[in-house]
Every structure is written in structure tokens, then in C-alpha cells.
């Protein structure tokens, strides 16, 4: 089962829902069948044009979040990915929240059949959630589904209190790190204590976890921490950057919040001044270089010039780089380093990225769904295949997939951490 992509304030606030009870006016159904891999949800009887959080379930993981506006009719429609093929008999749980003051929860339960989905237990009996009462100033403690490695940590924990946590990687991977996310959608700062070891102290509200692991092709860094002493925790730096950022230009409930999070946390990418992201600004062949060698560690450049590369320049290590590992090649002597990238480019660079990091890059989508296909050049043909078959490189609107387009730093975020969860 493919990894949730986080959405750090979706999941945050849908922990509230477990103690909540539906209202009699909403109603979820989803449509669906064994085999398939997303399914509609459509939610009615809601506040109109509110905005609302929703999860997926099954068996007590999370399979995806999403969220979006009720229409003015009270009406709300997703299609969702649930990562996996469903099959009979399972049984989902579909659970949504209002953001704004005035709006209502609702948790209601399914069971896949093979030619649909049903509400509750078509065998009889309610098969709805039920969840028991915390004693005063005790909160639950819930864990995403990760199919990279398990977080270990009790349920539950009384405000105040400090919480042990310990990451198990799987095989072919690290645990690199670990976010804390309370009701509210604010990240509680979580340190590490040596030996895939976390402490963090219990708020006053449920939390989310989310356990970070990372391929063991990708070189780990090292950590300089106090163990800790009779199980007294340190409160060591956390591992990467606590918290979240805002910016001015980065809406909560933006469709690439949780990728500029993502690119924040690993220092992949900053913010452009003022406390600006610049999400639709256009990126340069210079930019993309640099993030992409950000993302490999910063290895030795080696030699090499290009006559339109001075030495001292920022980018200058980034370029001869990506340009000796055959990311991104130069013209004659020349990288033109300030020439924007296009979607298709895009894809090429992290095509050839995933090469170097020895990545399987042999999925390659049909593109039949697309109406501008003929557009992709020869060369970026194959790498924009991969990209879509991964999930790196999405559609926009009209049914297009523009590969002439050129990429804003918002959809570079967002690929950025699609690599991760999809490819590494």
C-alpha cells in the first residue's frame, strides 16, 4: 500500500472526530467496487460553502486525506485515492470536519462488495466506530499508515506529559525523523534521544504522528545528541526543522501547503523575501539544479566550467553537478543557467535524478487521458511517462497535461515530496 501523502493540518484536525457523533442532517456515500483504487465521496446536509477535512480509513490506518469546499447547496464531492486495490469485505471508515466556527463533524462506516460500496456491515449489525472515554486531561495518540516502517507509542497520554516514541524502519530503509501535529494543525516539536528514539510533551489535545523514513540509498546524516540518562530525555535538536512556516502566499487549505511544508523541513527550498513563497513564480534551469542537489546532500561538485557560470556564483556547485551526473546537460559551453523549465524538462531532470540514485524507472503510463501528448518532445518522451506513472507529473485543467508549460516553485514542491513518497 502506497504511503498517505501528509496534509499536516487535515490530519491534525481530524482527531477530533473521534469522540464526535454524526448529525442527522448529513450524510456520506461512497461509490465504489472491489478492484478499485480511489473512490467518490460525496457528502451532503453541510454548511454551505464551508470548508471541510475528511480521512479515509481502513483497519485503523489511514489510507488518504482530502479536503475541499461544500458547495451552496450544502454538497461536497471527492474523488480520493486510497493507495491500494480494494477487495471484498473490507471495510471503510470515511470521517469528515468543518474548519470554520458553525460546522459540524461526521464519521459514518462502509463495506466493499465487489460491485459496490455499502453502508455499514451488509451482514447486519452497526458498523459504525466506537471509541471509549479518556479520563480527564488524557488525549489519544494516533499514527499514520506507513508501509516504509511502524512508529511504537501508547494511544493515549495525559497533558503534560512526556511521550516516548521509537521508529522502526524496515528493511532498505532509515528512520529519519518524526512530526507531531495537534489538533489545531501546529506541529509540537519532537527530539530525538538516540536509537530511533523520540520524546515529545503531550499537549492538551490528540495528536497525529507521522513517522519519516527514507530510503537507505540516500546517505544518512548524523546526529550530534546527549543520550539520554535513566530514561530522562534530552530534548535534543530535532533531526529536521521544527514546526511549520507560513507565508503569506501559502493558504492553509492550498492544494501545495503540505509540499511547501515538506521542501521547509528538509531545506530544499525557501522563501523568496517578505515572508513570500511565490508559488506560481517560474523557476530557472539554476533554481532546479540547486534543489535538486539540496536534495542529494550537496555531494563535491567535481571540475568542470560553463562560460556563462562564474565561479562565485550560488548556483555554481548545483550546476557543474547536475551537469557531471547527467541531470541536466549543458549547450556546447554554455548551461544558461536563468532559462525557465518546463513541465517536460522537469520531469527529464527528475528522470535522470532517480537514475543517479539508483531508482526503478521502468513504469511507463500510456498517457491516454491527455489531449496534448503530441506536444512532449522525442527526448523527454520516456522520462514524462515515468513521471506521470509515479505521480510525479499530474494533469491540469482541460485534460491537458502541457508539457510546454512552464514549472512554478509550487509545483516543484509538490513533486519534491511526491519523489519521496512514491518513488523512494
Do not use: C
Amino acid at each position: 500500500m502506497k504511503k498517505l501523502v501528509s496534509t499536516l493540518l487535515a490530519g491534525a484536525l481530524l482527531l477530533s472526530l473521534l469522540v464526535t457523533t454524526a448529525f442527522a442532517a448529513e450524510k456520506i456515500t461512497v461509490s465504489g467496487k472491489a478492484g478499485d483504487t480511489s473512490v467518490k465521496v460525496t457528502v451532503t446536509g453541510l454548511k454551505a460553502n464551508s470548508y471541510y477535512f475528511g480521512a479515509i480509513r481502513m483497519d485503523g490506518s489511514v489510507l488518504n486525506l482530502f479536503d475541499g469546499s461544500a458547495n451552496a447547496d450544502g454538497k461536497l464531492e471527492m474523488e480520493v485515492n486510497v493507495g491500494t486495490k480494494l477487495e471484498v469485505d473490507d471495510k471503510l471508515t470515511v470521517a469528515i470536519s468543518g474548519a470554520n466556527a458553525g460546522t459540524d463533524s461526521v464519521t459514518d462506516s462502509f463495506t466493499v462488495t465487489k460491485t459496490e460500496i455499502r453502508p455499514g456491515n451488509p451482514s447486519g449489525g452497526d458498523d459504525k466506530p466506537t471509541y471509549p472515554t479518556l479520563p480527564e486531561d488524557t488525549y489519544w495518540i494516533s499514527t499514520y499508515y506507513n508501509n516504509r516502517g511502524t512508529i511504537s507509542v501508547y494511544s493515549r497520554a495525559e497533558a503534560g506529559e512526556t511521550v516516548w516514541v521509537r521508529l522502526y524502519p524496515k528493511s532498505g530503509y532509515y528512520a529519519d525523523g518524526l512530526t507531531v501535529t495537534d489538533r489545531l494543525g501546529y506541529q509540537i516539536d519532537a527530539y530525538y534521544e538516540g536509537n530511533d528514539r523520540y520524546t515529545f510533551t503531550m499537549p492538551a489535545s490528540d495528536v497525529w504522528l507521522d513517522g519519516i523514513f527514507v530510503s537507505s540509498y540516500v546517505s544518512r546524516p548524523s546526529y550530534n545528541y546527549t543520550p539520554p540518562a535513566n530514561n530522562v530525555p534530552q530534548n535534543n535538536t530535532p533531526s529536521y526543522n521544527g514546526g511549520t512556516i507560513s507565508y503569506r502566499d501559502v493558504p492553509r487549505n492550498s492544494w501545495y501547503y503540505n509540499a511547501v511544508q515538506y521542501a521547509y523541513r528538509y531545506d530544499l527550498m525557501s522563501g523568496t523575501g517578505g515572508g513570500n513563497f511565490s508559488p506560481n513564480q517560474i523557476t530557472s534551469r539554476a533554481m532546479v539544479t540547486t534543489i535538486l542537489h539540496n536534495m542529494a546532500g550537496r555531494p563535491a561538485p567535481g571540475g568542470g566550467t560553463f562560460d556563462d557560470v562564474a565561479s562565485g556564483a550560488w548556483y555554481a556547485d548545483s550546476v557543474i553537478w547536475a551537469a557531471r551526473n547527467k541531470i541536466a546537460q549543458g549547450y556546447g559551453g554554455f548551461f544558461r543557467p536563468n532559462e525557465n523549465v518546463t513541465r517536460e524538462q522537469m520531469a527529464l531532470m527528475m528522470y535522470n535524478y532517480a537514475k543517479l540514485q539508483g531508482r526503478d524507472v521502468s513504469a511507463q503510463s500510456g498517457l491516454t487521458t491527455f489531449s496534448d501528448t503530441g506536444m512532449i518532445s522525442t527526448q523527454t518522451l520516456k522520462a514524462v511517462r515515468w513521471a506521470n506513472a509515479v505521480g510525479l507529473l499530474n494533469g491540469v485543467s482541460g485534460g491537458r497535461l502541457d508539457p510546454k508549460g512552464l514549472i512554478t516553485r509550487a509545483q516543484i514542491a509538490s513533486i519534491l515530496m511526491n519523489y519521496r513518497e512514491n518513488v523512494l
